[in-house]
């Protein structure tokens, strides 16, 4: 494991856990519907893996936090 894959965990863990809690606080105190921030979380999901390209040395490191949450 590489100091970038290592960076890449870090960050992959923060923007994940990071964007559920945001989600769930708009969802709570601004009143947004489920549906609507489940699909932002998707998105925002989808849109890490240009993230997992760019950070990762080895892509299977990559692959680490998105099996996680499956």
Same mark, same amino acid.
């Given at each position: 494991?590489?100091? =970038?894959?290592?960076?890449g965990?870090?960050?992959?863990?923060?923007?994940?856990?990071? =964007?559920?809690?945001?989600?769930?606080?708009?969802? &709570? &105190? =601004?009143?947004?519907? &489920?549906? !609507?921030t &489940?699909?932002?979380i998707? +998105?925002?999901?989808g849109?890490?893996?240009?993230?997992?390209? !760019? +950070?990762f040395?080895?892509?299977?490191?990559? +692959?680490?936090?998105?099996?996680?949450?499956?």
């Amino acid at each position: 494991m590489s100091q =970038l894959d290592l960076v890449g965990l870090v960050l992959s863990y923060t923007f994940a856990f990071g =964007l559920l809690a945001l989600m769930e606080y708009t969802h &709570r &105190r =601004l009143g947004w519907a &489920r549906d !609507l921030t &489940r699909k932002i979380i998707h +998105i925002g999901a989808g849109t890490w893996t240009f993230g997992i390209v !760019l +950070i990762f040395d080895h892509w299977w490191w990559g +692959i680490v936090p998105t099996a996680t949450f499956v």
